[in-house]
């Protein structure tokens, strides 16, 4: 999808609104594209119709990935200012993200904008869903082999651990984890990637909060982790140990917490516990 009329338009620090005479009469187009080649310097968004097709899957049909670039921070911006819902924003991106094809725009909307959404505009019961949708996009990206440079590999990994808040998707992870550095597969069961031995440390964390992981299968991946002898197991283990899903275990760091038990307990370990403890299984 190509631009087919740009239009430059003077604001006025003066006027809440800019007319544009020379739109007028013209034919309705497919979109707009906003603040096009980001020669603005202002707060833009996206009209209704131009998102309304968005919504629909035509924002990565747009050659030109500056402009989807800015149209994806635009929509973050909307959702920051109240202009749109935070369910809407991720519809958008669920529904294109999985077609992208520009590795800066993949790991903005990936690390920074999405985890973003999830946390503090969407309710909480729609996080888990959207959680899950995400993890299903992310590996779909992977699985494409679009992205063959490793960097760009390990980052959507990263973010697939990130979004595996579903205990379907965390027992993914742990059989992920057991089989090793060959761990991630694909949906026909073909290795689509690595894991680092800090994406190891992540996946650990996540299982310990799943309800339907048994506790042998946790204590033998922490275990099995603890073989490496990172310098991160004891953050790891300090989070672990105040994420699995037990009120009587919630109860004995909480009052923990509150006491001397954790006064040994280094700055980063605490701050782990602290973690551990507020995860939502």
């Known amino acids: 999808m190509n631009i087919t009329k740009e239009v430059t338009v003077k604001t006025s620090d003066e006027k809440a609104v800019t007319e544009c005479p020379e739109l007028v009469g013209i034919e309705t187009p497919f979109a707009f594209a906003i ?110 082999g679009r992205f063959q440079v490793e960097s760009t590999q390990q980052m959507i990994i990263t973010s697939m651990i990130q979004f595996a808040k579903g205990d379907a998707e965390r027992k993914m992870l742990l059989e992920w984890f057991n089989r090793g550095d060959d761990g991630v597969c694909g949906v026909n069961g073909d290795v689509i990637g690595k894991l680092t031995l800090k994406q190891k440390h992540r996946i650990v964390q996540e299982i310990y909060s799943a309800t339907d992981i048994s506790l042998a299968d946790k204590e033998v991946a922490m275990a099995k982790l603890s073989e490496t002898k990172s310098d991160l197991l004891d953050n790891t283990k300090a989070y672990c140990m105040s994420a699995l899903p037990s009120k009587q275990i919630k109860r004995k760091i909480w009052d923990g917490l509150f006491g001397t038990e954790y006064d040994k307990l280094s700055l980063n370990e605490f701050g782990e516990v602290c973690s551990g403890f507020m995860q939502r299984s």
């Open 35 to 144: 603040n096009y080649k980001a020669y603005g310097y202002a707060k833009f968004v996206i009209d209704f119709m131009s998102l309304n097709k968005f919504e629909r899957g035509n924002l990565c049909k747009i050659k030109d990935s500056l402009t989807r670039m800015q149209i994806y921070y635009m929509l973050y911006h909307m959702v920051r200012f109240n202009d749109v819902e935070g369910s809407r924003a991720m519809a958008v991106i669920v529904n294109n993200l999985q077609e992208e094809t520009a590795e800066d725009i993949l790991s903005l909307v990936l690390n920074s904008l999405v985890p973003v959404i999830i946390s503090k505009y969407l309710p909480l019961s729609h996080c888990e869903i959207t959680n899950r949708e995400m993890f299903g996009v992310a590996r779909a990206i992977l699985e494409s």
